[in-house]
């Protein structure tokens, strides 16, 4: 096996959600040593969270930390980047700059302008540059994909994805939430609210599964919770080159839903549903027929088994999918390091290509809605 | 106990589909007794199905029927109206001005003006026209409307409704099936297809439960058989006027799925979960809360106690919904025919209104569709 | 068509329950007319309850009628039997020795003896003697039959087969209820309670799928609530005679149980699973392979096929699969008055011979018990 | 945070299954760091698996590894054992005496008398000695045992557990499977086929949720494979000292099924279902009510809510559970280290007397089951 990559993290110091959960992901695997991070921009608070978790180089400063780890001789491998939005940006071209390969989470930037950036310094500099779309990690997502490549559902016809949350139902962030001021706030979350923290992952699964992008979208959003800045709610129709029609919904105001991610594809000759908070099995029903419930361990694309640790009946969650994510970013970049080409097990790997196209969906999310609901092309 | 009521029928002859399930449903409950029919237009065939069928009389023209019954002192109470959707507005005319009660399938008409011109003429005649829209009869569609009533689910905010079918996924009216044949021929079926078939249950089942209609809609059709005439797939938005948002879909191309019409409703305080295929429960689920499974049987509200004939955990099912409709019908005109007011538990009967509001439906989607989805007003 | 059959009924009276379910189910496939009863032993009691019926002939004693009737050229075809256990037998045998079919409710008798006697005359006098074991008349129970007896499965390994509810987990037959009185009364409902109760559907559906009868058993009875005269709980392991395992258990005490009738079986091969709360499906899981949810009306072996009514998707339930028991019956007793042999098609109609099987069930379920759970050849 | 522990491991080489899992659970919470193993007697193995999971300290010898990391200063705190059954009590005894704390497998042992005599010295020697029953370190699992010890589901009546597997429904053993190898073999894992290797695990479930053990069992085993050498099926009944009835079943033949634990409760008031194959949710029933479905992250006892990771919607699995049972382990071994009582969010680790009650249970179904099926007291 090969030596653990060293790990930098960028954000996720005390009170923030979202780098525990990297952190989780990066160990899972045990690909991973987490050795310097910047997990705030204030020093106090970063060099308290960097105590609490025993880690050896604190920094409150991404620019200083770069400059400094891209020049020790065990300096990180990589970094993960798990601010608010608007540092995304900022912080991978630091980190590109300094050689430094990148996992970050999603959206990828402010906007589609930045994204591309983005996109071309990695190709530049030819590093790696993962997008933490966590759904794209789990074994039946991946086993769906594969379903559809391999012509099962035969001719796409209608993607229905939802995404349904209700923990910002109520004006959460006056209450003091750190999640949610900042995730309402135009200037650390950027123009999409809804859109682009939950709305991306459900345009991304859709993608991801079906292997195509529509052509073009009508789309509206809404904000249903007064005095709030950014949209609660979004939903968006999609037409795909052939024809077939796709609804996306995504919604942080539906009372009574935990995180249901829900994505529904019809072909001329069956259909996949896959959901969320039932990650370890994949239901497939053909044209007329009755549907069979594949299971996690027993779907045997080699997809799917390579994302998966335990037998069948054992269910593994969404940590596993995260961790997934970080072990093919393990992969490529011991071949990148190596100077070998990337382990085929390890193309379901998002990556900025797809960070770009979640900026492309959300800035055309945007226009439409701004242009009351009218066709934009992708 | 009363009297069972006579009843009568226009079409529903050998080959037919609604027919017999509308003769299972009248006899359920044994409040009517089957004893007139005008089983078919041919005269053969209408002898045929009616001798099958044990009947008592037999008529050929739907005309010459009415106008028998109402003069004879045992002629039919009511009558139940099962043709292809072109004849509907011609035979309800004819009973009603003939002074017999009707039972009709839906969708009501061809068109908004007729089915303007029936509710028009219902009222003058003082006469019952009761509409099948069959999934109001399921005790939990019952509970949930009484539910939203009530205010259990707050401030309404979304509502997702979707109607999914396989059965016309390839070209069945070129080969010989009857039902797809009419079904699929506008000058019988009327210009919506998948629309008016089952487009206008998901709306009435929405519009049901909500207690209310959307302002506006905006709509697309699509056609993904070739050769086909009329639409097999619709997507519809909708805008409340407490901004309330909405989504209807309904395909008949959607593989794998048999009849599945879900409902969502999404309040500020709750949201509500009904599906179709298991019509013996309904999800409540409390903001930030836990989803309660409510079952058939242990739901006490007066409409759905009144809509149940067996014990909790002894499944009823779509006959036993359609029987509740013609129950609720008898009883209306048992009242009418004692001059005394409808009963209060009749309450949850679709009637010839609600016919109106789903014509109103497939020509405001008919129009948006036409002006690329411009939001048209109801 | 045949023409209708003339049934009557002893047993159903006003407060009654099972009798209705009788008449809502010999109405549902139009080929009963119901013309007689004798609801009550109480005149009063059957004279209002008859009216209520609009019953054309009413009686207050069933040797009267059963000798009235079988006098008349207008007599009754067939009888249903629905009182309490203990009229099972002298009722049947009247009705049997006046020449007259019999359709009655479980458990057959109140011992063996009886039972052994009632089929020897049924026997004698050629008369169809059918036994309302409800949950044969699920297509999908028919259809799991017709895999098992395919050998779909392999061979048996494991039969495990549970009855639960709850509505007897208090001592309701010390408040009033009618229902809980008799049946927790060994004058009227038999030395089993439980067990005759529900404890018989058990384990008739699990031989009736299986195929199969067990060799041996071993069981328990239990009383949980205080006072109770007769068992509220039951268990039993059983021997089939290729080494296969079973295990029924049934309770009228387990909290929060409407009518939980689950069956699994599982052969060398792969498994089945049926459960009653949810009719309109089956599931079929291969040895390591992944489950198949079959569903009425997508499954076609000719024995569902004939016992189902409207499409996949709209859902059938308790009613109608107790309605195809009185058209099978109804089926059965035209072909035998035609002199014809059976239709094929009504092979998995229950008959007397399954209610003497329930009755050696109940027995040795009392002698295991008595004996300290000692096996107990059947 | 405390500083990592230093884990050893003996037994999980290559080729080993639970081994790995005991790593990642390890690792997931970050309280370990894996120094030193002794992953195969067999030389070469042992340093071959070493390497491959880069270990510092490699042995081959377990009884040379408790002597040397006891006698380091960086030796390790704590091993887990991870060897075939027959080892469990020999290696723990040696770490035990050489004063390392225990994290060990189950079935703890292969006599009930070896197992008390591991609980005596654990005793003895004031080390922890944690056994892996990993289902309890589900959050819904723990959340479960604190609604029956508040009593929510009033007087225990009825518990029924179930554990289906079909891994073993053909003779694996024969065709060079090495997990079905020792699990078959009666020398490496005792006299307990099915029964020690799940059966133990339903078993310790049942008592662990339901805060009770019965008074007496009466059991039978099964061997369906011809030629294995251990059971593969188990049935067993249960009566608690308050008159309560409970029914187990493990089978490692029951085709179809991957991983089927499923614990149902039912006491006076209320029920609980717990089913290991979807354990982010538990079902709570009440008498005569509504089955509620509780869901992890919105279930807020203090004991489920130390047990889970990641917001409600977002699944946790088997690792997770597995993880949480280290993470109490580590929370425990600090308070030892430290002299404190031990923290009471760790109350419901397994520890070596729930492992003895295992033992207990393996030899009165043994006992049970030779004396054809006699009660056996516990």
Redesign the interface.
Known sequence: ?N??LRLGMVGGGQGAFIGA?H??AA????RYELVAAALSGDPGRAAASAA???LPRSYSDYREMARQESARPDGIDVVAIVTPNHLHAPVATAFLEAGIHVICDKPLALTLAEGEALAALAKRQQRLFAVTHTYSGYPMVRHARALVAAGE??EL??V?V?Y????L??PLEASGNRQAAWRTDPARSGQAGCLGDIGTHAWQLAAFVSGQLPETL?A?L?T?VPGRRVDD?V?V?MRYSN?A?G?L?A?Q????????LVLRI??????LVFS?????QLWF???????????R???LSPAATHAT????????????AFAQLYTDAALRIHAMQAGVPPPTETDDLPCVGEGVNGMRFIEAVLDSHRA??A?IPL
Chains 1, 2, 3, 4 share one sequence.
């Open positions: 096996m030596r653990r959960v952190r989780l160990r899972l695997d045990d609490e978790l025993r559902l035969g016809r209608y229905q939802e349904l949350q209700d923990w139902a109520e009508s509206e809404h249903f709610h939903q129709w024809g029609r609804a919904v919604s105001v539906a009372s009574g839903e935990e995180n249901r019809y072909g001329s000759r069956a259909s969320q908070e039932e990650p370890n029903t053909p044209l007329a027929g009755q549907a069979q419930r594949l299971t361990g027993r779907s640790r335990v037998p069948a009946g054992h269910p593994e969650g969404y940590l596993e009351g609901g066709w």
